[in-house]
């Protein structure tokens, strides 16, 4: 069987050979020529395309279910109504991406580029998104709901009316995020990374933190001992730069919501 592939944009053949017997096979064996490839409604399911350039292709309404996505290029392709279900897509570029309503639950996105990548109404529930790049990624409506985000860079992105009951986001950076209208709740503030802050509220989490360790400790520390952290046996209420020169012992001014307030304001993280 005679399997083509065309460019979306200039109607050029890009794979033309008698010897593939399916779509998915002339793909895996020609998948770092498929810049643009209109590959709209094929399936792909189980696919090895791990490397394969796909920047600017046409992946609308394709199955990919199962896929191997590992460090593709996949840079302005259309994803739209895709099903990625279980995919494994670790380090891939998928920058400007559009995977609006995709389902990709369960899937594996571990340190992959989703910088500016449009992901609303996306199914991202139980995904894999350790370490992924979503600065100014567009996750409205999506639902994240028991996703890993553990150290994702989610710097401005718009998580409006999104899902994120039960997200782990330990040490991620949520400053400049939309949050208005999504379900969380603010225990996230003990989880992820407020780097640096002003020395007002430098000092108070610091005093938070000497809730859990003694404010003995705590002096201990800034006068060089070692750190009440240290052996494991105890965690820090909140991971923040801390500054030794600011340590006064005391009791914390804040708490709950008006702390979460405070920190949403100050990184200028959108809450209502």
């Known amino acids: 069987?005679?399997?083509?592939?065309?460019?979306?944009?200039?109607?050029?053949?890009?794979?033309?050979?008698?010897?593939?017997?399916?779509?998915?096979?002339?793909?895996?064996?020609?998948?770092?020529?498929?810049?643009?490839?209109?590959?709209?409604?094929?399936?792909?399911?189980?696919?090895?395309?791990?490397?394969?350039?796909?920047?600017?292709?046409?992946?609308?309404?394709?199955?990919?279910?199962?896929?191997?996505?590992?460090?593709?290029?996949?840079?302005?392709?259309?994803?739209?109504?895709?099903?990625?279900?279980g995919a494994y897509l670790s380090e891939a570029n998928l920058m400007w991406a559009d995977l609006s309503e995709v389902n990709l639950r369960g899937a594996y996105l571990s340190e992959a580029n989703l910088r500016r990548a449009n992901l609303s109404e996306a199914n991202l529930r139980e995904a894999n998104l350790s370490e992924a790049n979503l600065i100014w990624a567009n996750l409205s409506e999506a639902n994240l709901s028991e996703a890993n985000l553990r150290e994702a860079y989610l710097r401005g992105a718009n998580l409006r009316r999104a899902n994120l009951n039960g997200a782990d986001l330990w040490k991620t950076n949520l400053n400049e995020v939309d949050l208005r209208e999504a379900n969380y709740s603010i225990s996230i503030m003990n989880q992820i990374d407020?780097?640096?802050?002003?020395?007002?509220?430098?000092?108070?989490?610091?005093?938070?933190d000497a809730e859990i360790c003694g404010s003995k400790a705590m002096t201990n520390w800034v006068k060089g001992g070692k750190c009440p952290f240290s052996t494991g046996n105890i965690q820090r209420l909140f991971y923040f730069n801390e500054k030794k020169e600011l340590w006064k012992p005391g009791k914390p001014r804040l708490h709950n919501m008006e702390l979460w307030k405070a920190l949403c304001k100050e990184k200028g993280i959108k809450i209502r």
Do not use: C, F, P
């Open 194 to 208: 407020w780097d640096e802050l002003s020395d007002e509220l430098t000092l108070e989490l610091m005093r938070h």
């Open 1 to 85: 069987m005679n399997r083509q592939i065309k460019n979306r944009y200039t109607n050029e053949i890009i794979v033309k050979s008698k010897k593939y017997s399916s779509t998915k096979i002339a793909v895996e064996k020609n998948k770092q020529n498929l810049e643009g490839a209109d590959l709209n409604r094929a399936n792909l399911k189980e696919t090895n395309l791990s490397k394969a350039y796909l920047m600017w292709a046409d992946l609308s309404e394709v199955n990919l279910r199962g896929a191997y996505l590992s460090e593709a290029n996949l840079m302005w392709a259309d994803l739209s109504e895709v099903n990625l279900r």
